[in-house]
């Protein structure tokens, strides 16, 4: 039974499509992530969500919208895709407490190709 | 700031150590971890250590803690050639629980 998991796995679409991605965990945790990791691996946070609350919110494209229908799900919608949005995306959960020793789980990611 | 920095390459052979450095900026982080990724896997949490602790040992892995210096180490003793792998370093910032990653080591293991 996976974790947490996301689709899909692959993704491949032109310039200017909208899309979206899923993700879903079934470790009862209350906070979710999104990552982008480049090309160079480099991972960087996106958003998070804690009990259905965005806390966090980096610098990210207004063409990124992250909604989290209850503390299970974080799905991310991506308007106007550009080449640039070419990377994988991984989803992540914890359980929110600030001084936490767990980590997070990851997703096995998705990749994502703009053309 | 948030900052984390790792030296990018390491080769080792196999049943040697290795050790993959780290250093970070923001000395308000209470935890550190090590992430271990595989080709095309998502990352998977190898260890992690308490700010207040200098080392931590888990079986083949020891984390070395540094905060006066804010460097951090992993050893993997015997290394193995399932070991190779992209190693990332990362730190526990602020309020979120924001995890900010190193730049990641990939570990070579010849066999």
């Known amino acids: 039974d996976t974790a947490v998991s996301q689709t899909p796995k692959y993704l491949v679409t032109q310039m200017g499509n909208d899309k979206s991605i899923k993700c879903e965990q079934n470790?009862?945790?209350?906070?979710m992530y999104w990552y982008k990791q480049d090309s160079k691996k480099f991972l960087k946070i996106m958003f998070s969500?804690?009990?259905?609350?965005?806390?966090i919110n980096e610098t990210v494209p207004n063409r990124f919208s992250p909604k989290s229908p209850d503390k299970a799900h974080l799905n991310l919608h991506i308007n106007s895709l550009e080449l640039g949005d070419s990377a994988v995306y991984f989803c992540?959960?914890?359980?929110?407490?600030?001084?936490?020793?767990?980590?997070?789980?990851f997703g096995s990611g998705t990749r994502l190709t703009v053309v | 700031g948030e900052d984390v920095e790792q030296s990018l390459f390491l080769s080792v052979r196999e049943g040697d150590s290795s050790v993959i450095n780290c250093t970070y900026t923001?000395?308000?982080?209470?935890?550190l971890y090590w992430y271990k990724q595989e080709p095309g896997a998502g990352l998977q949490l190898l260890t992690y250590?308490?700010?207040?602790?200098d080392m931590k040992q888990d079986q083949r892995l020891t984390v070395l803690l540094n905060k006066k210096d804010k460097h951090l180490s992993l050893r993997i003793a015997d290394t193995q050639t399932g070991d190779s792998a992209i190693y990332f370093c990362?730190?526990?910032?602020?309020?979120?629980?924001?995890?900010?990653f190193g730049a990641g080591t990939i570990l070579r293991v010849k066999s």
């Open positions: 992540a959960s914890s359980q929110f407490h600030t001084d936490s020793s767990t980590g997070y789980t």
């Open positions: 990362a730190e526990s910032i602020g309020y979120g629980n924001k995890l900010v």
């Open positions: 923001d000395s308000s982080s209470t935890y």
């Open positions: 470790l009862g945790h209350d906070t």
């Open positions: 250590i308490f700010s207040n602790m």
């Open positions: 969500y804690n009990n259905k609350e965005l806390i």
